[in-house]
């Protein structure tokens, strides 16, 4: 089962991701894309709270760029595990200022597809995604290409997802 799970900043869709994959009962794999560089104290507070949060049992990689890599390495073969990916946006930001820029951005988007697309692709996979589609078109080039790339990407990871749920001030609306 693939379950993209979508919402604004603060919308309560991690809790939602964190909360689906501790029901499965299986053991949890959580693949982290969030980097604090450049002294960044608040992404630092945002991924020490998520820390906290998560379950001492459950399993961590760290994945800023190559995320299909991680998925395979946290086994998404075996039925028995869950994967719970956050998040998508981040792993886009993080390939959009990479030095390879755009070539490794399609080579990655087009890797992950392809796994999550196997048949051989068995655990239960949830992934997390900052939905950036409801406010305007941005001014600056790199934000606009960043608004299109996961744009694309979600609605990529929503086709081949069994449920997608959109999370709002808390409150969860499945869409698929």
């Known amino acids: ?78 039925v028995a595990q869950t994967v719970l990916v956050e998040c998508s946006g981040l792993w886009i930001t993080n390939l959009l200022l990479a030095d390879s820029g755009e070539a490794l951005l399609q080579r990655e988007v087009a890797a992950l597809l392809h796994l999550l697309a196997l048949p051989t692709t068995r655990a239960e996979i949830i992934i997390v995604g900052n939905e950036s589609s409801f406010g305007i078109t941005p001014l600056d080039p790199l934000s606009r290409r960043y608004a299109d790339r996961l744009g694309e990407l979600h609605q990529q990871l929503a086709a081949i997802s069994e449920r997608v749920d959109l999370v709002v001030a808390g409150l969860v609306v499945r869409l698929k």
Do not use: F
């Not at 399993?59 to 991680?70: D, Y």
């Open 1 to 78: 089962m693939r379950t993209l799970i979508l919402g604004g900043v603060r919308s309560g869709k991690s809790a939602h991701a964190e909360a689906l994959a501790a029901a499965t009962g299986k053991p949890v794999c959580y693949i982290a894309t969030a980097d604090a560089h450049h002294n960044d104290a608040a992404m630092a507070a945002r991924i020490a709270a998520h820390q906290q949060r998560r379950p001492a049992d459950w399993t961590l990689l760290e994945a800023p760029l190559s995320l299909a890599a991680a998925l395979q390495q946290a086994g998404v073969a075996s």
